[in-house]
């Protein structure tokens, strides 16, 4: 895959292969992501008729998880990672035999789906923030709760991709986070690289997809400019 670069004032943005791209960028001081989960996105019954972001994420392989290899603890300090819960039991090991300590923090859902699938309702998502010495967890005591608790986007906060995470939740995570330089190797439409570039960080993102690019070009340039 080509790629393309674009640099946005502190912002250098990718487009084409996070696994090619990442390992060629060298240290960053954390790696914060939103890969593709494991989940059985069929089903939902009469409500799933209704809603197309399942739909979506089916279309756009979101459903069939990441290779863990694009974390490396040798190329940042530390990494934040989304994740469905049937992904815990993979990653979990994985991240303890790289990073010295790690937290498995939530985003509690304000207005979670009507539907259970069988299961549970998605009423939260996991995150598992790793880190080793000199990249502990940053913040006040308030910014160090291990739970987020903000509204699941809807309508045109979405930006065209089906499981943007709202701006509270980015904002409270690159808070915490340790350092100066912030990598996105899933950066989506851009919600992480908003949240860096508001906190005073340089960051780097990496997307595969031509419109969700275009869309975090522009949600970037905006957020750069709105600081003058």
Same mark, same amino acid.
């Given at each position: 895959m080509s790629r393309t670069i674009?640099?946005?004032?502190?912002?250098?943005?990718?487009?084409?292969d996070s696994y090619a791209i990442r390992p060629t960028l060298g240290w960053m001081d954390a790696d914060v992501m939103d890969p593709p989960y494991v989940f059985r996105a069929a089903g939902g019954g009469h409500y799933r008729k209704s809603r197309t972001g399942m739909d979506e994420i089916m279309e756009q392989g979101l459903d069939q998880g990441f290779d863990h290899s694009i974390i490396n603890p040798l190329m940042c300090g530390a990494v934040v990672v989304f994740c469905h819960n049937d992904q815990l039991p993979k990653l979990l090991p994985y991240l303890d035999g790289s990073f010295k300590r790690q937290a498995v923090c939530i985003w509690r859902k304000l207005n979670p789906q009507p539907v259970a699938n069988k299961?549970?309702?998605?009423?939260?998502e996991f995150y598992v923030h790793a880190w080793n010495d000199g990249f502990h967890p940053q913040g006040e005591l308030a910014d160090?709760?291990?739970?987020?608790?903000?509204?699941?986007? #809807?309508?045109?906060?979405?930006?065209?991709? $089906?499981t943007v995470k709202p701006? @509270? /939740?980015?904002?409270?995570?690159?808070?915490?986070v340790a350092g100066e330089t912030v990598c996105d190797p899933f950066m989506g439409t851009g919600s992480t690289g908003v949240a860096a570039v508001r906190a005073g960080? #340089?960051?780097?993102?990496?997307?595969?997809? $031509?419109?969700?690019?275009?869309? @975090? /070009?522009?949600?970037?340039?905006?957020a750069v400019e709105a600081l003058g």
């Open positions: 674009v640099n946005i004032g502190p912002a250098r943005l990718y487009l084409g299961h549970y309702r998605p009423v939260m160090l709760d291990r739970q987020i608790v903000a509204m699941s986007p #809807r309508g045109a906060d979405k930006f065209g991709h $089906p701006d @509270a /939740v980015m904002d409270k995570i690159v808070r915490n960080k #340089r960051f780097v993102g990496i997307e595969h997809n $031509p419109a969700h690019f275009e869309t @975090a /070009v522009r949600r970037i340039t905006e």
